[in-house]
T-cell receptor, first 115, second 113 residues
Framework: EPEVTQTPSHQVTQMGQEVILRCVPISNHLYFYWYRQILGQKVEFLVSFYNNEISEKSEIFDDQFSVERPDGSNFTLKIRSTKLEDSAMYFC?????????????FGPGTRLTVL | GDSVTQMEGPVTLSEEAFLTINCTYTATGYPSLFWYVQYPGEGLQLLLKATKADDKGSNKGFEATYRKETTSFHLEKGSVQVSDSAVYFCALKVDTGRRALTFGSGTRLQVQP
């Protein structure tokens, strides 16, 4: 069964450093998403991406964040200058078209630790 | 704004016990409702969904009915197994063209043999 994959599974970085989190969505999906979950808190929506542009973003997704689909398979989340409060589990998701757009398929997550 | 409230966990049950995890929501319009499950070390998996009032979603013995009058989508299972131990998330997606899912805080279920 197709699945969303994410790399790395765990990323440790120093405050102020740039990080790139990578995701490979399900191959025939057209909508891509990033969510995050700070330890002990809710899963929060960050951004959705369709047709090579951001279609929706939350107030969390400020100028520190950017997303890109650099090729036909990868979808990335970049944090330019990490802060301590960026430490969280980051989930990538994708969904298809038509009647299946409601169903978002999630990857296993990348745990980001900012020191 | 839109929100989802779940009962706090952990919920600890013995095998074959009946499970209910409460979920209520606040939303504009008529949202679609979802239950996702997260097994240890894995991502969020869709468990079931319902897209309109009185719809019942079901999968793997789990059920939830979309109750518009009580704005609820409680998850139930008649007989839990140890393998059901996981974190369960209730979520909604509004029908206003937005795609973002709004999640509850998650409820950890621990099933003991």
């Amino acid at each position: 069964e197709p699945e969303v994959t994410q790399t790395p599974s765990h990323q440790v970085t120093q405050m102020g450093q740039e990080v790139i989190l990578r995701c490979v969505p399900i191959s025939n999906h057209l909508y891509f998403y990033w969510y995050r979950q700070i330890l002990g808190q809710k899963v929060e929506f960050l951004v959705s991406f369709y047709n090579n542009e951001i279609s929706e973003k939350s107030e969390i997704f400020d100028d520190q964040f950017s997303v890109e689909r650099p090729d036909g398979s990868n979808f990335t989340l970049k944090i330019r200058s990490t802060k301590l409060e960026d430490s969280a589990m980051y989930f990538c998701a994708s969904s298809g078209t038509g009647v299946s757009t409601d169903t978002q398929y999630f990857g296993p997550g990348t745990r980001l630790t900012v020191l | 704004g839109d929100s989802v409230t779940q009962m706090e966990g952990p919920v600890t049950l013995s095998e074959e016990a009946f499970l209910t995890i409460n979920c209520t929501y606040t939303a504009t319009g008529y949202p679609s409702l979802f239950w996702y499950v997260q097994y240890p070390g894995e991502g969020l998996q869709l468990l079931l969904k319902a897209t309109k009032a009185d719809d019942k979603g079901s999968n793997k013995g789990f059920e939830a009915t979309y109750r518009k009058e009580t704005t609820s989508f409680h998850l139930e299972k008649g007989s839990v197994q140890v393998s059901d131990s996981a974190v369960y998330f209730c979520a909604l997606k509004v029908d206003t063209g937005r795609r973002a899912l709004t999640f509850g805080s998650g409820t950890r279920l621990q099933v003991q043999p």
